[in-house]
């Protein structure tokens, strides 16, 4: 069983920047891969971002260039720094762990899920 725990949501101004962490009860980061979604109200849950063991990463056509997912293998955590919010980016970010050695965008590849973190950007 793993537990992951996320934090760093809140609510910021278009423009801003946020850095949500997921951290992990036992070694996962550098093991298996880790990914962010989110999920607004009323829809369903949408890749973000993902990072390998090996640390490769993959990054959602509508983050791409603003996000960047990263790992520490060390603290067990895997980081989303958020750069030139949005209002759409609005939603509750979910990091999730997945048994698969590559990366997968399908949230149903994923095998543990931590409880999620608000992220609110205002126009």
């Known amino acids: 069983q793993v537990q992951l725990v996320e934090s760093g949501g809140g609510l910021v101004q278009a423009g801003g920047s946020l850095r949500l962490s997921c951290a992990a009860s036992r070694r996962t980061v550098g093991r298996y891969a880790m990914g962010w979604f989110r999920q607004g109200p009323g829809k369903e849950r949408d890749f973000v971002a993902a990072i390998t063991s090996g640390g490769s990463t993959n990054y959602a056509d509508s983050v791409k260039g603003r996000f960047t997912i990263s790992g520490d293998n060390v603290k067990n955590t895997v980081y989303l720094q958020m750069n030139s919010l949005k209002p759409e980016d609005t939603a509750v970010y979910y990091c999730?762990?997945?048994?698969?050695?590559?990366?997968?965008?399908?949230?149903?590849?994923?095998?543990?899920w931590g409880q999620g973190t608000q992220v609110t950007v205002s126009s």
């Open positions: 999730g762990m997945t048994f698969r050695a590559t990366m997968t965008r399908g949230p149903d590849d994923y095998a543990y």
